[in-house]
């Protein structure tokens, strides 16, 4: 089967500042598609999703850029201002970029907003319906306390796909299920939406996590979503603060049923994205 990673990450320092990281964290240098093809190679990854990192609208096509010049890459996951007037102008013209055929999806940093109903803003759900017009998905990067929010907005724009990302970045290292657990059931009850099995080794205890720290989060998503609602994404390289590119997909497939494994490694990523075959 083909194997998709849903989520990861790409910078080059000498482009562009991560502000978001710290001086002294070892995700403080580059990493491009040659350190990620091997490690994807190893791991038997055959396609993925680039995400974007900062809200900068020079980074979109850049990363379509790559997507372009690199099978591996098959669709990326960008960044405009979703407030602006022209939205919808400014999705058409990064489709006709370079590259633009990659462009999947939308994703802001919410979880940076103050406003815990900032989903719910006119402007932005203005700029959210465009996504959905143009048929585009909307990632979510959010905190707990923010998922309200995000039921209240796939609520109101069942025609947009919301992809949670991260599981919505449940507490893990203090091992408190509530109330994030009812949060996410009341988003998995909405069929515009789906979730993202990554991103769980950073939010546990970067030092001591274990696998029994991890099921009940992936336990909980799998539940409420579904096999046909829930894709792999390895988060690297912020992943290696915790585990290896490996490491991280043999945890995902240790904490899924087998029976499960052709969907929520690639054909429900693959769905949800619109990828195109390898070699298309």
């Not at 006709?96 to 759900?125: M, T």
């Not at 029976?259 to 070699?279: E, Q």
Request: hydrophobic share 45%; glycine share 8%; charged share 20%.
């Amino acid at each position: 089967m083909t194997v998709v990673d849903a989520h990861h990450h790409l910078w080059d320092l000498s482009v562009r500042d991560q502000d978001w990281i710290a001086a002294d964290s070892p995700l403080r240098r580059n990493f491009t598609p040659a350190d990620l093809a091997p490690r994807a190679a190893a791991a038997g990854v055959d396609r993925t999703v680039l995400v974007q990192t900062v809200t900068v609208p020079e980074e979109t096509p850049e990363f379509l850029a790559l997507a372009a010049a690199h099978e591996l890459v098959a669709g990326v996951v960008g960044w405009t201002d979703l407030t602006r007037p022209d939205v919808a102008g400014e999705l058409a013209r990064l489709r006709a970029l370079p590259g633009g055929s990659h462009l999947k999806g939308i994703r802001h940093q919410v979880q940076g907003e103050p406003d815990p109903k900032w989903l719910l803003r006119p402007d932005v759900h203005r700029g959210l319906t465009a996504v959905a017009e143009a048929g585009l998905v909307y990632d979510l990067v959010v905190l707990p306390h923010q998922l309200p929010a995000c039921v209240e907005a796939a609520e109101a724009l069942p025609r947009l796909t919301f992809v949670l990302d991260h599981l919505g970045k449940p507490p893990i290292a203090s091992g408190a299920l509530e109330p994030w657990a009812t949060d996410v059931r009341a988003l998995a009850a909405l069929p515009n939406t789906v979730c993202k099995l990554s991103g769980m080794v950073t939010e546990a205890d970067l030092a001591s996590w274990t696998f029994d720290d991890l099921r009940p989060y992936a336990d909980t998503v799998l539940d409420a979503f579904g096999p046909d609602r829930v894709m792999f994404g390895s988060d690297w390289p912020v992943c290696t603060l915790g585990a290896t590119y490996g490491e991280v997909l043999d945890i995902a497939r240790r904490l899924t049923p087998e029976s499960t494994h052709a969907r929520i490694f690639g054909a429900t990523a693959t769905r949800v994205y619109g990828l195109d075959a390898p070699g298309s």
